[in-house]
């Protein structure tokens, strides 16, 4: 917030994009560091916390709104800049009225708290909730895995193809359920379409294994059997993790073999939802400014 402030301590008016650019190339934060998302993959990480931060300081009367999609710094900001502050942060913001009104809980008629107050953290709501999803993603994840390890071998063969037609692969279900468990062939547990059309084929080797690490000479023998069939692409699926050595092995190779650990899965399970279900979902918006940059938002015809 305080390099925000800075920021306009010229008096001038501006804008929220050209204010984030000027504090990322202060920051010389890297472009992999702006491109960084919030797990919901909608927003980035360093633009929220711009947009945020002048949200807060606007909530603490040191920023105004002298136009559409402008702000500039008012006398009570300025007042803030003489003292020659380190940082700013919540605690510091209320020390003013209306700031303390903006992050008071509110009730309704009905006696319900409907906002929590904003911790005293360099967090944004949309850090919070996006730590907090992360911390049931995680959780929920290792439970799956968990849940995975203590299931019979035929329940993982089951799994593995309902998770590659979840994926596109396979052609249908049926498909894809008779071409894997059947082979046992030097290595390899099932082929399936890598299309609906059959255009090309996956090699896959499915293993549900407890506590071990799978190294390089099981990939070596997966890749042997796949050199046997004359292919060009693999899958070995595991519950288990992959050493090193098996990783920089597959990287070398002509063919494509893909290697998908037990942390790996039960992410793709989590994403394409096979052992979970919905129980809540929550919607985060934003003010559209474009609404307000003219009258076309109010256009009735």
């Known amino acids: 917030m305080l390099p925000l402030l800075k920021l306009t301590a010229d008096g001038k008016e ?12 202060e920051f010389k934060l890297t472009e992999g560091e702006l491109k960084e998302m919030l797990p919901s993959g909608g927003t980035g990480i360093f633009f929220s916390r711009v947009g945020w931060a002048r ?3 606007k909530k603490a009367g040191l920023l105004c709104n002298p136009k559409r999609s402008r702000f500039q710094i008012t006398e009570r900001g300025l007042a803030v800049l003489g003292q020659n502050l380190k940082k700013i942060d919540v605690k510091f913001l209320k020390q003013f009225p209306e700031f303390l009104e903006f992050q008071s809980p509110k009730k309704t008629a009905a006696g319900d708290v409907v906002i929590e107050p904003l911790e005293e953290s360099s967090k944004t709501p ?6 907090g999803y992360t911390k049931l993603r995680k959780s929920l994840e290792s439970d799956l895995l968990a849940r995975v390890k203590s299931c019979p071998p035929d329940f993982f063969e089951r799994l593995v193809v309902r998770l590659v037609t979840k994926m596109g692969y396979g ?16 290595g390899i547990d099932g082929v399936i379409k890598e299309d609906k059309l059959g255009l090309d084929l996956l090699y896959i080797q499915a293993k549900r294994w407890e506590n071990t690490t799978v190294g390089r000479p099981e990939i070596q023998k997966f890749v042997g059997a796949l050199y046997g069939r004359k292919a060009k692409k693999g899958i070995f699926i595991t519950t288990a993790t992959f050493s090193k050595e098996a990783r920089e092995y597959v ?4 063919s494509r073999v893909i290697l998908i650990d037990g942390p790996q899965l039960s992410e793709y399970m989590f994403d394409y939802e096979i052992g979970v279900s919905t129980v809540d979902s929550y919607v985060v918006k934003r003010m559209d400014s474009d609404f307000f940059e003219d009258d076309a938002g109010l256009d009735l015809n």
């Open 126 to 131: 949309e850090d919070m909730i996006a730590s």
């Open 55 to 57: 949200t807060y300081l």
């Open 171 to 186: 052609g249908s279900l049926a498909d894809a359920g008779k071409a894997i468990g059947k082979s046992g062939d030097g």
């Open 251 to 254: 990287d070398g190779l002509e």
């Open 14 to 25: 501006h804008q929220i994009q050209e204010s984030a650019m000027i504090l990322a190339g």
